[in-house]
C-alpha cells in the first residue's frame, strides 16, 4: 500500500516506513521462491509481468517507493494479483498473497478476494498506528446559490475533525487577494460545514 494514508506518522516513523520493513521480510531470500512487488495506489504497477527469482530486484524497488497523493484501489491491485497467480505454474507451487497496508477502512469496505485462484493464500500484514491518529481536513467546499461578478456569493466548506477530541477550527479562504475566515467548533468524529459570504470581484476563473 502506497496510499496517501501510508504518510502518517506515529511515533516518529511514517507508516510506509513500517510497511517497507515489514514487505522486506517476505523478500528475503529462499529457495525455490518467486516473488513479485505490487505497489498499490490509485492504479497497480507491478515490478514484473510475473513472480521472479531475482528477489534483489524487488527489494531495490522496495527501498525506492514512496507514498502517493492518491487513495488505494484495493480491488485493482487484488486483481492484479489475481492475474499473476492464475498463470500456468508447476502443481506443486503454493500460491501466497501478502497485502501490507494501514488498513485504512474506507478502502477495504468492497474488498473481493474471490478472484483470486481459490489455492491462494492470503495474508494481510498491518502497519496502522497502536491508536488512531488525529485527523483534521478539509474535504469539500461548495459555492450555493449564483455566483456572479461584483456580488456576494455562498461558499459552504466541509472540515472532518475524525479525532478523539473537540477542536475549535478556524478556515480562510483568500479570493483575489482578499481574506475571509469563520471560526467554528468541530465535534469529535463528525464534519461540520462552515458558511462563509466572499465577493467575487471579476468575471472568469477564481483563484
Known sequence: DTSASMGAVSHGAPAMERARGAAG???????????????????????FDRPSANLGALRD??????????????????GAA???????????TAREVIIVSD??????????FSVLPKDTAIHVESVAAPQPLDNLAITGIQVRGRAAAGSTGHLEIEVANFSQAP?????EVSL???PYNVEKPCPAGTRTRFPLDVTFASKGWQI
Do not use: C, F, K
Open 25 to 47: 521480510h517476505y523478500l528475503e531470500a529462499q529457495s525455490g521462491l518467486h516473488a513479485n512487488l505490487i505497489l498499490a495506489a490509485a492504479r497497480p504497477h507491478s515490478v
Open 61 to 78: 524497488e522496495l527501498g525506492r517507493a514512496q507514498v502517493r497523493p492518491e487513495r488505494l484501489d484495493l480491488q485493482a491491485a487484488i
Open 82 to 92: 489475481a492475474d499473476m497467480l492464475s498463470q500456468p505454474i508447476g502443481p506443486s
Open 103 to 112: 488498513l485504512q477502512r474506507t478502502n477495504w469496505g468492497g474488498a473481493d
Open 167 to 171: 477542536r475549535s477550527v478556524t478556515v
Open 176 to 178: 483575489d487577494g482578499r
